[in-house]
């Protein structure tokens, strides 16, 4: 019975043993364990040429419906579907038989009122020459000249009907409008068609368009950027380049020819427009696409690896290293973010030392052990992009998108956390 009740005090003691020999295995001697390595980076204003990505989709830069203007039997079509045709070309041509027949018609009735016409001249002629001697009276001479007007009216009707006529049978012939690439036709031929009739489409894709969209708030940013002289560049110097879903980079730069004049209220941005050579018919209309627009340069900017960046309960801040390499907290105001660096718009200056790798080892007002990236880089054992984390380790690795990794401890009373996904945040007050 008394051993029962010791059993509990030996295993408490055996415990207690093990768990202050785990605490001083952790600094042999009891001292305090050396400041932890990190990587350092000294800012360094300069110009900064700033890239803008979007989703964008391609279209045609003329969708025109080919139309029958007559109606008729379709008797050929004489284009191979989805071939490119030139402008004028012949497409189709509809039973013209009919159209001649009207044509003809239309020519013997302008003969005939041709010969109406000689016909009232020659009556007025006469009537005029007894109406001088006497022999006529004056309404004889009015009524000769009033059907002579007549007779010039009834020509031109004539040859307005034959205009008509010439042209219902130019229509039985159908041209390319423009040129293109034609689609299914929508009509077999034998067909009896009407006017109206649509036969085919036809996608003019050299030039293309890409359509894309911006939130209004950045191009609010740009244009304060432009007219404010921080960023040089005008409209007409921007680039576009276009990027398809396997990463491949079309080969053809583009320009902007468009943009809206107002916002989009469903969405809250602004439409653009981007004109690209397409010779070769890489670019499809519905095609998705990455839109990269460059062509304005930030003087004198500040910019951060993503990873640097952290994220507290007051706001966006950085690590930096004093001359006595101890880490402090340094809050910032960031601005556009550009692949896996991010603009400081406010927070940081040329000669400032910055903790880029191995912030979540960093603790406020603590000492580190700087080195340079490049020594950090060759020091460090190459680790394949799809390696999983050791279990226990220290630090986890950068979250996708170029994250930096979050601090183990809160700068000034909170808990801190790495820039999600590579997002900008307002600085710290």
């Given at each position: 019975m008394?051993?029962?009740?010791?059993?509990p005090l030996?295993v408490?003691?055996?415990?207690?043993?093990?768990?202050?020999?785990a605490?001083?295995?952790?600094a042999?001697?009891?001292?305090?364990p050396?400041?932890?390595?990190?990587?350092?980076?000294?800012?360094?204003?300069?110009?900064?040429?700033i890239?803008y990505?979007?989703?964008?989709?391609?279209?045609?830069?003329r969708?025109v419906?080919v139309?029958?203007?007559?109606g008729?039997?379709?008797l050929?079509?004489?284009?191979?579907e989805?071939?490119?045709?030139?402008?004028n070309q012949?497409?189709?041509?509809?039973?013209p038989?009919?159209?001649?027949?009207?044509?003809?018609?239309?020519?013997?009735?302008?003969?005939?009122?041709?010969?109406r016409?000689?016909?009232a001249?020659?009556?007025?002629e006469?009537?005029q020459?007894?109406?001088?001697?006497?022999a006529?009276?004056?309404?004889?001479l009015?009524?000769a000249?009033?059907?002579?007007?007549?007779?010039?009216?009834?020509v031109?009707?004539?040859?307005?009907?034959?205009?008509?006529a010439?042209l219902?049978?130019?229509?039985?012939?159908?041209?390319?409008p423009?040129?293109g690439i034609?689609?299914?036709?929508?009509?077999?031929?034998?067909?009896?068609?009407?006017?109206?009739?649509l036969?085919t489409?036809?996608?003019?894709l050299?030039?293309?368009?890409?359509?894309?969209s911006?939130?209004?708030?950045?191009?609010?940013?740009?244009?304060?950027?432009v007219e404010g002289?921080?960023?040089?560049?005008?409209?007409n110097?921007?680039?576009v380049e276009?990027?398809f879903?396997d990463?491949?980079?079309?080969?053809?730069?583009?320009?902007?020819?468009?943009t809206?004049?107002?916002?989009d209220?469903?969405t809250?941005?602004?439409?653009?427009?981007?004109?690209?050579?397409?010779?070769?018919?890489r670019?499809?209309?519905?095609?998705?696409?990455?839109?990269s627009?460059?062509?304005?340069?930030?003087?004198?900017?500040?910019s951060?690896?993503t990873?640097?960046?952290?994220?507290?309960?007051?706001?966006?801040?950085?690590y930096t290293?004093?001359?006595?390499?101890v880490?402090?907290v340094?809050?910032?105001?960031?601005?556009t973010?550009?692949?896996?660096?991010?603009?400081v718009?406010d927070?940081?200056?040329?000669?400032?030392?910055?903790?880029t790798?191995?912030?979540v080892?960093?603790r406020?007002?603590?000492?580190?052990?700087?080195?340079?990236?490049?020594?950090a880089?060759?020091?460090a054992?190459?680790?394949?992009a799809?390696?999983?984390?050791?279990?226990?380790s220290?630090?986890?690795a950068?979250?996708a998108?170029?994250?930096?990794?979050?601090?183990?401890?809160a700068?000034?009373?909170?808990?801190?956390?790495?820039?999600?996904?590579?997002?900008?945040?307002?600085g710290?007050?």
């Amino acid at each position: 019975m008394t051993m029962m009740k010791s059993l509990p005090l030996a295993v408490s003691a055996t415990i207690l043993a093990v768990l202050s020999g785990a605490a001083f295995a952790q600094a042999p001697g009891g001292a305090a364990p050396p400041p932890p390595a990190v990587t350092v980076e000294t800012i360094e204003a300069k110009s900064l040429p700033i890239t803008y990505e979007y989703a964008g989709r391609v279209v045609a830069s003329r969708e025109v419906e080919v139309r029958a203007r007559v109606g008729g039997i379709l008797l050929q079509r004489s284009f191979e579907e989805g071939s490119r045709v030139q402008p004028n070309q012949v497409l189709f041509r509809i039973d013209p038989r009919e159209f001649e027949a009207e044509v003809a018609l239309a020519q013997a009735q302008l003969a005939q009122s041709e010969a109406r016409l000689s016909q009232a001249r020659r009556t007025e002629e006469r009537q005029q020459t007894l109406t001088q001697r006497g022999a006529a009276s004056e309404a004889t001479l009015d009524d000769a000249t009033s059907a002579r007007e007549l007779a010039e009216a009834q020509v031109e009707a004539a040859e307005a009907t034959l205009q008509t006529a010439r042209l219902s049978l130019t229509y039985a012939t159908v041209n390319a409008p423009v040129g293109g690439i034609t689609s299914l036709e929508q009509v077999p031929e034998g067909s009896l068609v009407s006017a109206n009739t649509l036969l085919t489409r036809i996608s003019q894709l050299d030039p293309i368009y890409v359509n894309f969209s911006a939130a209004d708030t950045e191009a609010a940013a740009i244009r304060r950027l432009v007219e404010g002289g921080t960023a040089t560049g005008t409209r007409n110097d921007l680039v576009v380049e276009v990027s398809f879903g396997d990463g491949t980079t079309y080969p053809v730069k583009g320009t902007i020819d468009f943009t809206s004049s107002s916002i989009d209220t469903e969405t809250g941005t602004i439409l653009s427009r981007a004109v690209l050579d397409n010779p070769d018919n890489r670019l499809l209309p519905g095609q998705f696409v990455r839109v990269s627009v460059s062509g304005l340069t930030l003087e004198d900017a500040v910019s951060i690896p993503t990873m640097a960046l952290m994220q507290g309960p007051q706001g966006a801040f950085v690590y930096t290293v004093n001359g006595e390499n101890v880490a402090e907290v340094r809050p910032i105001r960031t601005g556009t973010e550009m692949g896996d660096q991010i603009v400081v718009s406010d927070g940081l200056k040329s000669g400032d030392r910055i903790v880029t790798v191995g912030v979540v080892k960093v603790r406020p007002n603590a000492p580190v052990t700087p080195a340079a990236p490049e020594a950090a880089t060759a020091a460090a054992p190459s680790v394949p992009a799809n390696a999983a984390t050791p279990a226990g380790s220290s630090e986890q690795a950068p979250a996708a998108g170029g994250a930096g990794t979050g601090a183990a401890d809160a700068p000034a009373g909170g808990a801190s956390s790495p820039k999600a996904g590579g997002t900008t945040s307002e600085g710290a007050k």
